[in-house]
């Protein structure tokens, strides 16, 4: 997202598993996000039945993921290079923040 | 433990974005959304202030949360954006050095409200008591922004926060100021925000720039 100017080597087959790895690398980040934060609908045994009522559930929150990921990728242009430290320190804010938050209000 | 009734969880919702907010204030460059987060932590404290009103059955909260919604979401930033438009800085930004750093020296100020907060919220015994923390995090975070910040517009905006983490402070440690003084208080920001506005004016037509750093070669003719 940052850029993509490492696979501009790469053709046919290479670029397809260089892709293919994006792609799982994407839907694995998804779905730990689903499970921390909007955990509705995640089979709650291992059962064949109720893993197959869950796979709809997760289609559909990766459909919206996926509309979501894409306006965001639409409304910011890329971001600059220099700006990822920043980046990565608002996460770090917000990890912080999250903890003090839990500590104060108990929530 | 027992789940929350379901309005203090949305309190403790407003009260925590209300800290994000400020964060989001503390870390942006550009005046006109600064604005923007300004109205929006408005929006925050007016949603805050419903809920509080609907949960304790006190009345004069709506009429306060009415007129925070007059005043901080609509009658404020509505002046600000005119002023921006009319002091046409509408591109401006700040040149704001060390974004990390500031925001860890912000974390270390919420720890140091949250803690300053612990004795005084277990005097409360409000609804959301535990919020007074929040507020003062939300005040002291307002100063650093006022002091990292060198163009006037963003002091203002940082002002106006400090205003709204006071009145939050207010409403959760023992539901909200006394309505005269809620009143008076109401009236300064406006009455100061147009002062303001008047000396941006003078302060551009002298340096040319709502730098406030030009001031500081200010002195006094012998």
Not at chain 1, 60 to 83: C, D, P, W, Y
Not at chain 2, 192 to 213: K, P, T
Request: proline residues 3%; hydrophobic residues 60%.
């Amino acid at each position: 997202m940052i850029h993509e100017a490492l696979l501009l080597e790469y053709s046919a087959r290479h670029l397809a598993l260089m892709e293919w790895a994006a792609a799982l690398k994407l839907l694995n980040y998804a779905c730990i996000g689903f499970a921390l934060f909007l955990p509705w609908g995640v089979a709650t045994g291992a059962g064949p039945l109720s893993l197959l009522a869950s796979m709809p559930i997760l289609a559909a929150k990766l459909v919206l993921a996926g509309a979501a990921l894409a306006l965001i990728e639409t409304l910011s242009a890329k971001l600059r290079i220099m700006r990822a430290p920043e980046f990565l320190a608002a996460a770090f804010l917000f990890a912080v923040l999250g903890l003090l938050v839990h500590l104060l209000l108990g929530a | 433990m027992p789940a929350m009734p379901w309005d203090l969880q949305l309190l403790d919702l407003f009260a925590a974005l209300l800290l994000l907010s400020s964060f989001a204030m503390l870390l942006q460059r550009r005046t006109v959304t600064l604005v923007n987060i300004l109205a929006m932590q408005g929006g925050l404290l007016c949603a805050a202030t419903l809920v509080l009103a609907w949960r304790t059955g006190q009345s004069h909260l709506y009429v306060s949360a009415a007129l925070t919604l007059l005043l901080k979401v609509l009658l404020l930033p509505w002046l600000l954006h005119r002023l921006i438009r009319r002091l046409q800085v509408y591109w401006d930004s700040e040149t704001t050095v060390n974004t990390a750093g500031i925001m860890l020296i912000g974390v270390l100020i919420v720890i140091f409200a949250f803690g300053l907060a612990q004795p005084i919220s277990a005097v409360a015994n409000t609804a959301m008591r535990s919020a007074i923390g929040i507020a003062i995090a939300v005040i002291l975070l307002a100063f650093l922004t006022m002091i990292t910040r060198g163009k006037a517009m963003s002091q203002v905006v940082g002002f106006l926060s400090m205003e709204n983490g006071l009145f939050f402070g207010a409403m959760s440690a023992s539901y909200g100021m006394p309505m005269i003084v809620e009143l008076g208080v109401a009236l300064d920001v406006l009455v100061a925000m147009l002062v303001l506005g008047v000396f941006f004016f003078q302060i551009r037509e002298r340096f040319d720039s709502l730098d406030l750093h030009h001031l500081e070669s200010l002195r006094e003719d012998t």
